[in-house]
């Protein structure tokens, strides 16, 4: 029995020094310690020896339970303390390591040059708005004053919505121009606001057109307002969104809701004046429409035009960026190529 016990020592020792973590301890534990195997159930089975040799065998075997139980306290501070050390080991920050680096998004070049647009006119007195894409056919052409039948409305190729025809008729809007009419119903002078937004026109595409485009529209109402403030409110403009020697003209043109109309071109910023592609050999850009509001439309709107007189523009504003940086083809920022858009 005493033999049988030794052996069971040095083999409980030498299990021992081959455990490297918690778990194999735990199942050494329970193999030599444990309540139903091991040294307890050694202990247990010695009711059939004699008493002499119950007390030998019994001391002997809390002896070693004993020394076990201290070793495997031991073993155990020593795993533990290995675990956090590689644990520590592994998870140690390397401050020294170059830094990985963040992708950060960009604004699409239009999106930046609406939102410089409308800091010029912000800083100007102008506040910004937004309208519907889709439009009634009253606010788009009726209260425009051009009714059903108007030849100007073959200058707006238009996309519709319902098939009849008639101021309840839906439509893409052709231009930012119908803001005019619902801002004129809503509020009473002064006014002075800018809306940019989408526009829809039913064309076919190339380098210089596209179905959709965005244009910004300006409006102000006032006693005493005159084509010389429009005038001057878009030569500050252009001066400042193309640089100050940049030259503009400004010439009559005609549209139904103003009177006079004009049209304002930039002298083109690529050949400087003497003819290319991109101004279609004629030196100019045209970038905006403008002129006085008709008096029939503040007549439309309940705005009595004895007492005030207003100035309306549309810009359009894919041309600008690619004016600036000698894009030539419109199409290239709908077309969602990213090598393209990082540039900007
Ligand atoms: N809406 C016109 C267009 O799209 C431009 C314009 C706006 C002209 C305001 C005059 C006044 O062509």
């Known amino acids: 029995m005493l033999e049988q016990l030794e052996e069971l020592h040095t083999q409980a020792l030498n299990e021992l020094g081959k455990i490297d973590n918690i778990a194999e301890l735990e199942s050494w534990r329970v193999c030599y310690l444990g309540k139903?195997?091991?040294?307890?159930?050694?202990?247990?089975?010695?009711?059939?020896?004699?008493?002499?040799?119950?007390?030998?065998v019994g001391a002997k075997a809390n002896e070693i339970k004993k020394s076990l139980e201290l070793i495997l306290t031991e073993k155990k501070r020593g795993l533990e303390e290995a675990s956090v050390i590689s644990l520590v080991d592994r998870e140690k920050l390397d401050v020294t390591l170059p830094g990985r680096p963040i992708p950060t998004g960009r604004l699409h070049p239009i999106t930046q040059t609406l939102?410089?647009?409308?800091?010029?006119?912000k800083n100007m007195g102008f506040q910004v708005v937004e309208g519907p894409d889709v439009e009634w056919d009253y606010y788009n052409f009726e209260a425009l004053n051009i009714p059903q039948h108007h030849p100007a409305r073959d200058m707006f190729a238009t996309l519709w919505i319902d098939s009849e025809v008639g101021e309840k008729s839906r439509l893409l809007r052709t231009h930012t121009s119908p803001m005019q009419i619902r801002i004129m119903e809503q509020s009473r002078p002064p006014i002075r606001v800018i809306v940019p937004g989408r526009t829809y026109r039913?064309?076919?595409?190339?380098?210089?057109?596209?179905s959709m485009f965005y244009q910004v529209e300006g409006l102000a109402v006032d006693e005493n307002i005159t084509l010389a403030n429009l005038k001057s409110t878009l030569?500050?403009?252009?001066?400042?969104?193309?640089?100050?020697e940049?030259?503009?003209?400004?010439?009559?043109?005609y549209f139904p809701f103003?009177?006079?109309?004009?049209?304002?071109?930039?002298?083109?910023?690529?050949?400087?004046?003497?003819?290319?592609?991109?101004?279609?050999?004629?030196?100019?850009?045209?970038?905006?429409?403008?002129?006085?509001?008709?008096?029939?439309?503040?007549?439309?709107?309940?705005?009595?035009?004895?007492?005030?007189?207003?100035?309306?523009?549309?810009?359009?504003?894919?041309?600008?960026?690619?004016?600036?940086?000698?894009?030539?083809?419109?199409?290239?920022?709908?077309?969602?190529?990213?090598?393209?858009?990082?540039?900007?």
């Open 115 to 121: 939102e410089e647009i409308c800091d010029v006119f």
């Open 202 to 210: 039913y064309e076919a595409t190339d380098a210089t057109h596209e």
């Open 235 to 244: 030569f500050e403009f252009c001066h400042y969104l193309f640089g100050e």
């Open 36 to 56: 139903k195997k091991g040294l307890p159930q050694i202990l247990r089975s010695l009711s059939t020896l004699s008493l002499e040799e119950r007390k030998r």
């Open 258 to 344: 103003v009177e006079p109309g004009v049209e304002v071109a930039i002298q083109c910023l690529s050949c400087h004046g003497t003819g290319c592609r991109l101004c279609a050999y004629t030196g100019w850009i045209e970038i905006l429409g403008a002129g006085m509001v008709h008096s029939d439309v503040l007549k439309r709107v309940g705005i009595d035009p004895e007492i005030y007189t207003g100035f309306a523009f549309g810009l359009g504003v894919e041309r600008i960026p690619m004016l600036r940086y000698g894009i030539d083809e419109i199409r290239l920022f709908y077309s969602n190529d990213l090598r393209f858009l990082k540039q900007f």
């Open 246 to 253: 940049t030259k503009v003209r400004f010439r009559c043109d």
